[in-house]
């Protein structure tokens, strides 16, 4: 999917996808010792969208951080 596609979703629903990623990325890594795994590149893909939602919850966690210490420092 694309990063664009995930930053729409809500953290909940990031967080639920990335459980879903994982767990099929354990899947195919069995696959591909049991050499039953079709398309290798697969692997290579669910990697690269577990890093993408990473990386999006990052940046969300960064921006709720920053808007905290805004509202901290007006505050004072």
């Known amino acids: 999917m694309k990063a664009q596609h995930y930053r ?3 953290t909940d629903e990031i967080e639920t ?3 879903e990623l994982q ?3 354990f899947d195919l ?3 591909a ?3 039953k795994l ?3 590149k697969a692997i ?4 690269r969208d577990i890093a ?3 990386t999006i919850l990052h940046e969300n966690s960064e921006k709720l951080t920053a808007e905290i210490a805004k509202s901290a420092e007006k505050k004072q």
């Open 33 to 35: 010792v049991t050499e």
């Open 38 to 40: 079709e398309n290798s």
């Open 23 to 25: 767990r099929h990325l």
């Open 52 to 54: 993408r939602i990473k």
């Open 44 to 47: 290579t893909n669910v990697k």
């Open 29 to 31: 890594r069995s696959q």
């Open 8 to 10: 729409e979703m809500s």
């Open 17 to 19: 996808k990335l459980e």
